[in-house]
């Protein structure tokens, strides 16, 4: 049996980060991984470019059962110490969008940064190999995986959630988690598309493609979400950034609100237009709105897409005017994990130390990353809860011949 101050599980974000932190600490460290290929969710994240953190991340930006348990490792592990990092490696990058940062290149950069620290840190990494079991024995964690029996003092779990299955999501984690007398909040897809009633979305799937700006809200209280993002129709429902960061917030059954011309007052405006033009509805509306949008739109009501605007009563303009900066509907679901980005849930963090991410329950465990009941807003900030929480955990490990860093 191999022995190992540290086992991490899970070679995604915040297990290669957190090994890496360890490992250049002193710790011996084993990271494992059961996918065939290395870090597959960075990979593919900021369409191959990595949004690795967002300048302004702070803790508004994560929904949790317990709001405040991300205060601590996000103030000791901050965007502008990954953001020093990446430059130490000379990783070229760009702010594209409301603090969001990409690599220039490819995310694949990240990737061998992380890999460069473990190699700092002489971190031991097998993959693809599974943890069959963990159990806690008198003085160490003894794991067996597929490369044979572990013994170590640590261990942390860095497995995700369980978004994106086809690059390996499972729920190891969870059941890890639960096998050791863990709470878990329960789990749903976040960051994803919310889709409709086929009947009752007929008469808008001419729209897919169609991307606008537009404010999107749901819930009340402080469980109110509200954001002013890019909206994508699509054949089933409704897409694009607005509704990713809205659906972690969407309750099933519950309404959600949208305003398709945010920066306007349409109403002040379609009636200013009465009084000076004699167009056509349908032609003033298009100027405003998309075109393929203001069609569909006044498609129930085609009497009034064809009548010059003076011809329409203020009472017709005011409804016009409601449905589009007030139009409420209720999605039937979403595309489920398969097109998620991350999990909502998980770990409760009533069961974890806020300092080092260790469980409360059994001393030695730690769950960092996703695996946590720490979700973030779409633009780089589940990045910086994986650098964050791995910071935390990393320089909270025991190192048996010096104390803790």
């Known amino acids: 049996m191999q022995s190992f101050d540290a086992v991490v599980i899970g070679a995604g974000a915040a297990g290669l980060f957190c090994a890496g932190i360890a490992g250049q600490r002193g710790l ?6 059961h996918a065939q290929r290395l870090a ?4 593919i994240s900021g369409g191959g470019r990595c949004n690795f953190t967002n300048r302004d991340a702070g803790p508004a930006n994560f929904l949790s059962a317990n709001p405040h348990f991300c205060r601590s490792a996000l103030a000791r592990y901050t965007p502008q110490d990954f953001i020093a990092l990446v430059r130490r ?6 702010e594209k969008h409301k603090g969001q940062l990409f690599c220039d290149g490819s995310s694949e950069e990240i990737i061998d940064l992380l890999l460069r620290e473990c190699d700092a840190g002489g971190v031991t990494r097998w993959q693809p190999c599974a943890v069959q079991a963990l159990r806690r024995g008198a003085e160490a964690f ?6 044979g029996p572990v013994r170590a003092a640590s261990v942390v779990v860095a497995t995700g959630g369980l978004s994106i299955p086809k690059i390996g999501a499972s729920d190891f984690g969870y059941r890890v988690a639960r096998q050791f007398g863990h709470r878990i909040v329960d789990t749903r897809p976040a960051l994803v598309p919310l889709t409709f009633d086929a009947a009752s979305w007929a008469p808008f799937v001419p729209l897919a493609g169609l991307s606008l700006e537009a404010r999107i809200e749901t819930g009340s209280g402080k469980a109110r979400g509200e ?3 890019d909206l994508l129709f699509t054949h089933r429902g409704l897409s694009g950034p607005a509704v990713l960061q809205i659906s972690s917030y969407w309750q099933p059954g519950t309404p959600i609100r949208l305003d398709l011309a945010p920066t306007l007052d349409l109403e002040a405006a379609l009636l200013a237009a009465k009084r000076v033009s004699r167009r056509k509805l349908g032609n ?10 203001a069609e569909t739109w006044l498609a129930p009501r085609a009497d009034w897409s064809d009548r010059p605007l003076p011809d329409l009563r203020d009472r017709d303009l005011h409804e016009l005017a409601a449905g589009l900066q007030r139009w409420e509907l209720v999605p039937d679901g979403t595309e489920g994990y398969r097109k998620a980005e991350v999990t909502a849930g998980g770990v409760d963090t009533r069961d974890l130390s806020s300092q080092t991410m260790e469980s409360r ?3 030695g465990l730690y769950f960092i990353g996703e695996v946590v009941d720490v979700t973030g807003w779409l633009g780089g900030y589940n990045f910086q809860w994986a650098w964050a929480s791995a910071a935390a955990c990393a320089r909270g490990l025991p190192d048996p011949r010096g104390g803790v860093a």
């Open 28 to 33: 011996k460290v084993l990271l494992i991984d």
């Open 40 to 43: 597959e969710k960075i990979r």
């Open 89 to 94: 490696h000379r990783i070229a990058f760009h």
């Open 142 to 147: 003894e794991l067996d995986t597929d490369r």
């Open 227 to 229: 954001f002013v993002e």
């Open 284 to 293: 003033e509306l298009a100027e405003i709105l998309p075109r393929r949008l």
């Open 361 to 363: 329950q059994v001393r």
